[in-house]
């Protein structure tokens, strides 16, 4: 098995590990980095379980190459918080009981950082259209874009 | 091509735990020196709140603070025996174990502290905030911690107990065949609301009313999260999910999220969930837990309400399409109930 090296940035500081040949991202931040935040759900890009922001766009990290992130900025679910701090999204995800199993959490919060990146005072209805690419089994949804939106629109502060 | 317009009843009873009983759990609770207590379970929490029931009941019993219980469901190798988190088990059967493992240490921490106050354990009381105190002198009194250290360095004696909760297996009468399923029923009710397209056969849920009864509510926001939820589910179920092909052959079947399709964010329904408190007799505090029942009146409702629309009767789930567009074509037609 042939070994690359990988240098890139994760959560804002500089990382270095080895990708076996074609090693997925999902793979490689779980098994070589040790970043166990984004999760395995169906290994085909269909669960959003695996989403992580790469140079600030959303990815699936299980249909990325370990390889291409070679000198860019890749940020996960670990990364939201600053040390006690949580991002205003967790603290309304708890508020919401967003969560139960858990499994879908981290990539939840990864597609509802990006979207409010990108657009911070989105509708509902872009908020659904953010959250599309994630499925949830246990929640029905309803409390991830109530707690998206309160966020969005100012309800839970930083 | 026209869309109509329907609505269905249900209304269920669900048993608690396992039919005929013989399902056992067990807890042990035990304070370490800081007065902090640990509750060792092997049900495992699987999101829908379980630990932090166990938790809250094990306080409540115990007398002391939430903060200081800490719920350990670590291993099911290393802890006491349960049967595990399904059946709508869980908050009725590990919570009576918890109640019995805590009251059997609240027992021991109290003769601790007693011993210390040289009183009588039968005259002291808790507070709920980490103090154990003379009945009706209020300034005797001792910390839980201060307690938990005496009885582990001075005394020798450990504050801990043991709880286990079975309701024993039920025999069926020979003769008559009778029997006592289950100790503890319970119920929801639900109306929804559906739009059925005679042309694609599509059935979309569009509104969702329900009561659940749960015993009472031990932890309101956990309820009401299982409801939401476990009522997305059962839509899924009554409408969506099948692990069926979409053609004859098995090999057509759904075999990742691609096929099995799930309702997602754009195809929720509005639900107003009223919940009902009639706090049980063999309850933990009254509790049941509204576990797998929160799905199951959904299902139901829908197939109700399918007819209710185009007097299309499915006696096989999920509503699919093909289903509905089969029943139509045998009925010539959609006959609204109303119009039938
Ligand atoms: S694991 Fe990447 S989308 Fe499911
Ligand atoms: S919380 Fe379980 S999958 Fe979303």
Known sequence: MTFKPISFTLNGSSKAAFATEGQNLLDFLRRAVGDLSPKYGCGQGTCGACTVMIDNVPQLACLVLAESVEGRAVNTAAGLANGPRLDPLQEAFMERFAAQCGYCTAGMLVAARALLDANPRPSREEVIEGISGNLCRCTGYEPIIDAILDVAEGRVQA | ?340
């Open chain 2, 1 to 340: 091509m026209a869309i109509h317009r329907g609505r269905g009843f249900a209304a269920i009873n669900y048993p608690i735990g396992m039919n005929l009983g013989g399902d056992p759990s067990q807890a042990l609770v035990h304070s370490n020196p800081d007065g902090k207590f640990t509750v060792a379970l092997s049900a495992i929490d699987l999101g829908q709140g379980m630990k932090s029931v166990c938790r809250q009941i094990a306080a409540e019993t115990l007398g002391v603070p939430v903060e200081d219980v800490y719920v350990d469901t670590a291993d099911s190798d290393t802890g006491p025996h349960d049967m595990g988190s399904f059946a709508s088990r869980g908050t009725h059967r590990m919570g009576n174990a918890v109640i019995r493992a805590s009251a059997e240490a609240r027992e021991v921490m109290l003769e601790a502290a007693a011993e210390e106050l040289e009183v009588d354990p039968g005259d002291l009381m808790t507070d709920g905030k980490g103090n154990i105190h003379v009945r009706g002198a209020p300034s005797r009194t001792i910390t839980v911690m201060a307690a938990a250290q005496a009885a582990q360095f001075r005394q020798g004696r450990t504050i801990a107990g043991r709880g286990i909760f079975l309701i024993p297996l039920s025999d069926v009468d020979p003769d008559t065949g009778e029997m006592s399923p289950v100790t503890t029923f319970a119920h929801a009710a639900m109306l929804v609301t559906v739009e059925v397209c005679d042309e694609t056969g599509e059935v979309t849920v569009t509104d969702m009313q329900s009561a659940y009864e749960v015993g009472r509510a031990l932890n309101p926001r956990l309820v009401e999260q299982q409801l939401r939820g476990g009522a997305w589910m059962g839509m899924s179920h009554a409408a969506w999910e099948t692990t069926e092909p979409y053609y004859p052959a098995r090999d057509h079947g759904p075999v990742d999220f691609n096929s099995y399709i799930m309702p997602g964010p754009g195809d929720l329904a509005p639900h107003h969930i009223s919940v009902l408190e009639r706090p049980a007799e063999d309850g933990p505090y009254g509790g049941k837990g509204p576990g797998e029942m929160c799905a199951n009146p959904v299902l139901p409702a829908v197939v109700n309400a399918v007819y209710d629309a185009v007097g299309v009767r499915i006696d096989e789930l999920p509503v699919t399409p093909e289903k509905v567009l089969r029943g139509l074509r045998a009925l010539g037609g959609a006959k609204p109930r109303q119009r039938l």
